[in-house]
């Protein structure tokens, strides 16, 4: 893959979202499991996080509107993220389609896609229950 065009994929993808993207009310949820023992993800600190603080998703963000899909991507070390506040999302639903690497991966994902740039609030956190309810800033 090392003649991948990258450049051009991350541009069809901007021209998605500048195309095709729109946001959902103020109160919808989605979900995203997340695995802190996942590289891309230790950068994001979630086990030291607080109450206000902002966490960036430089990349798109891949979330779930199920909340058994999202828990099926969490492991040991986990969290769950809770995300409300999509009126201020860039959002995309690509086709509903089933995730080779996810551990129900005969189910299908039920992904909602926010443009890259998102900017989460943390509105609550339960260390207990290992989840971090947010929102999306604008």
Do not use: H, W
């Not at 991966?105 to 989460?120: D, H, K, P, W, Y």
């Amino acid at each position: 893959m090392d003649d991948y065009n990258y450049e051009k994929s991350l541009t069809e993808l901007d021209q998605l979202f500048n195309t095709r993207s729109y946001s959902f009310s103020s109160d919808s949820l989605v979900f995203k499991g997340v695995r802190v023992s996942i590289c891309y993800y230790k950068i994001l600190n979630l086990e030291n996080r607080k109450v206000g603080e902002k966490i960036l998703f430089p990349g798109f963000l891949s979330t779930t509107v199920s909340l058994k899909k999202a828990n099926d991507f969490i492991s040991s070390g986990g969290f769950l993220l809770i995300i409300s506040g999509l009126d201020d999302a860039d959002c995309v639903v690509p086709n509903n389609a089933k995730v080779i690497n996810s551990p129900t991966s005969n189910e299908s994902e039920q992904e909602i896609i926010l443009n890259r740039g998102t900017v989460l609030e943390i509105i609550s956190y339960d260390v207990n229950e290992r989840s971090i309810r947010c929102k999306v800033c604008k």
